[in-house]
């Protein structure tokens, strides 16, 4: 009977340990991807105030790479180094957080280098696809997609819906709506890391640049 109990107790305890992890991670990445999510308000601002946009992107940036550098040789930056560590993934610990740098980076890559609507597009795709794919897998994503490094269907799913919404809300056409949605899921289930934070808005705008003239 005490063997019995200690069993007992013993599940108790671990299953509580993994609820309490999963709740950790799962702040974590609320957190991250609130952070994450707040681009889609850039397009926004890119309108009305372009350079000025770009120019507060750019120092964003730069202060962001300095405080790392700084922060990797013990020096922490009051509120920015507590904001990026309460961000960081597991696989970010002890490391350089290298995903508000990819971030930040390919939203200012997509505004510069495509005309309004492309980049509207591109930039949506990774705030609103990116972001949701990976809170929704988060949350729901019970099921992986096998050869994906731990993608979901749940959150391929998420993706391709807020792609597909965001770009027929700019571009007025559902078959540009449905290509850029595969297109924009399909980078999305690459194991690329924080790397996708760049392929998805530039492959996006190039596709609407020169395949559907946007």
Same mark, same amino acid.
């Given at each position: ?13 671990? %299953? ?5 992890? #999963?709740? #950790? ?34 120092? $964003? ?6 405080? +790392? *550098? ?15 560590? /309460? ?11 290298? =995903?508000? $740098?990819?971030? &930040? ?13 492309? %980049?509207?597009? =591109?930039? #949506? ?14 949350? @729901? =994503? ?15 799913? /998420? &993706?391709?819906? /807020?792609?597909?919404?965001?770009? @027929? ?14 297109? =924009?899921?399909?980078? +999305? ?13 530039? *492959?996006?705008?190039?596709? &609407? ?6």
């Amino acid at each position: 009977m005490k063997k019995f109990l200690n069993r007992l107790h013993n599940g108790k305890t671990k %299953a509580g340990i993994l609820y309490m992890q #999963y709740a #950790y991670d799962l702040r974590k990445e609320l957190f991250r991807k609130s952070i994450h999510l707040c681009t889609v308000f850039v397009p926004f601002f890119l309108d009305k105030f372009y350079y000025l946009t770009l120019i507060l992107l750019s120092f $964003v940036l730069i202060v962001y790479i300095i405080s +790392e *550098f700084l922060r990797m040789s013990g020096k922490q930056i009051p509120l920015l180094s507590s904001i990026t560590m /309460a961000a960081a993934r597991k696989r970010d610990e002890n490391r350089f957080v290298l =995903g508000p $740098v990819t971030l &930040c980076g390919g939203v200012l890559l997509t505004a510069l280098l495509f005309p309004p609507v492309p %980049a509207k597009i =591109g930039i #949506y795709a990774l705030a609103l696809g990116d972001g949701l794919a990976s809170l929704v897998g988060k949350i @729901w =994503g019970k099921k992986k997609i096998p050869f994906t490094g731990g993608k979901s269907y749940a959150g391929s799913l /998420a &993706c391709f819906a /807020a792609v597909f919404v965001s770009a @027929w809300f700019c571009s007025s056409s559902v078959t540009t709506a449905l290509v850029l949605a595969f297109a =924009g899921m399909s980078i +999305e289930l690459l194991p690329l890391k924080d790397f996708d934070n760049i392929l998805i808005p530039v *492959f996006l705008a190039v596709l &609407c640049r020169f395949v559907f003239n946007l």
